[in-house]
């Protein structure tokens, strides 16, 4: 599974982004993705997860981003998206999507086991 993440940039503080990730090669077995960020000298931290089902789906978020940020996926097009609006500064990092082969434990990075490149998101104050 190849994944390719965009749609980074530098926003003002209280603006938005959408970021998007998406997914090619054996996404058969991909039952989750996932959002984390890593911040300059921090460890990478999970942001929000997705897990995918034709019959329904279930979503998954960090305190620290519940009710400012959104994730949904499109299945059609392989491709996850996450809306991030009301950004802080504390936000800035390189953001990286990843998907999982099962829908356990998807807060954990260990659970991933396929990564896609970083987007910077930069948020100015």
């Known amino acids: 599974v190849q994944l390719q993440a965009y749609g980074g940039g530098l926003v003002q503080a209280g603006g938005s982004l959408r970021l998007s990730c998406a997914a090619s090669?054996?996404?058969?077995?991909?039952?989750?993705m996932g959002w984390f960020r890593q911040a300059p000298g921090k460890e990478r931290e999970f942001v929000a997860a997705?897990?995918?089902?034709?019959?329904?789906?279930?979503?998954y978020y960090a305190d620290s981003v519940k009710g400012r940020f959104t994730i949904s996926r499109d299945n059609a097009k392989n491709t996850v998206y996450l809306q991030m609006n009301s950004l802080k500064p504390e936000d800035t990092a390189v953001y990286y999507c990843?998907?999982?082969?099962?829908?356990?434990?998807?807060?954990?990075?260990?659970?991933?086991?396929?990564w896609g490149q970083g987007t910077l998101v930069t948020v100015s104050s």
């Open positions: 090669g054996r996404t058969f077995i991909t039952d989750a």
């Open positions: 990843a998907a999982a082969a099962g829908t356990l434990e998807l807060l954990r990075k260990s659970s991933y086991g396929y």
């Open positions: 997705i897990s995918i089902s034709w019959s329904g789906s279930s979503t």
